[in-house]
Each structure stands twice: as structure tokens, then as C-alpha cells.
Nanobody
Framework: QVQLVESGGGLVQAGGSLRLSCAAS????????MGWYRQAPGKQRELVAT???????TYPDSVKGRFTVSRDNGKNTVYLQMNSLKPEDTAVYYC????????????????????WGQGTLVTVSS
């Protein structure tokens, strides 16, 4: 079972910064694309950032220039550095990762996965 554990959420004033971390654990053969999504109260979940295994990143206009996604492949961890936070950034932030895991049973097999973290709350006060 592949699990994603998020940390770094909390309360911050407008203009402040937070750094979110998401560590993937379990029997992982490889991690491919990873990303962050968020869901604000009364709104649908939206993409915040994605990063490929080749470190190609994407951001929506709402966070472009303020948020930076990065990854540490040795630690199976993806980060989201959030600067110049605004009240509208308030949301539950979810980590996502897709890749290939290893299953140990009678035979060792590889199995693709798409995992989500439990979410971490980011609250930005005005």
C-alpha cells in the first residue's frame, strides 16, 4: 500500500508563507507525476501545481508566481512553497502522486498506483 503523508498546513496572515510537504511511503518502484490540489469551502477541487519526473511544472494563473512545487526523488517527497498568501488561498490542500508500486505476495509484482494524501488545511487570515 502506497501512502502519502502531508504536513505543513496551518494558519498564516495574508502576505505570509507556508511550505507544504508530502512524503510517499510504501513499496515504491518509481514515482512519476506528483502534484497538489486544493478545495476551498463551497468550491470544487482545483489544480494547484504539478511536477513531472523531469521537473516540468505547471501552475494555474491563480498561483503562478507565488507558489513553487519541487520534489526530492531520494526522499519520495514533493513540496509546495507558498509565498504571498492571500485569503482566497484558504483551502484544504491535497497531495497526489502516480507511479509504480511493488507488491510482495507469492510472486513479486509491480502495480501502478494513483494515491492521494489526507489533506492539510491552510488558512490565510486578512
Amino acid at each position: 500500500q502506497v501512502q502519502l503523508v502531508e504536513s505543513g498546513g496551518g494558519l498564516v496572515q495574508a502576505g505570509g508563507s507556508l511550505r507544504l510537504s508530502c512524503a510517499a511511503s510504501g513499496s515504491i518502484f518509481s514515482l512519476n507525476a506528483m502534484g497538489w490540489y486544493r478545495q476551498a469551502p463551497g468550491k470544487q477541487r482545483e489544480l494547484v501545481a504539478t511536477i513531472t519526473s523531469g521537473n516540468t511544472t505547471t501552475y494555474p494563473d491563480s498561483v503562478k508566481g507565488r507558489f513553487t512545487v519541487s520534489r526530492d526523488n531520494g526522499k519520495n517527497t514533493v513540496y509546495l512553497q507558498m509565498n504571498s498568501l492571500k485569503p482566497e488561498d484558504t483551502a484544504v490542500y491535497y497531495c497526489n502522486a502516480e507511479g509504480v508500486g511493488v507488491v510482495y505476495g507469492v510472486l513479486r509484482t509491480n502495480r501502478p498506483f494513483n494515491a492521494w494524501g489526507q489533506g492539510t488545511l491552510v488558512t490565510v487570515s486578512s
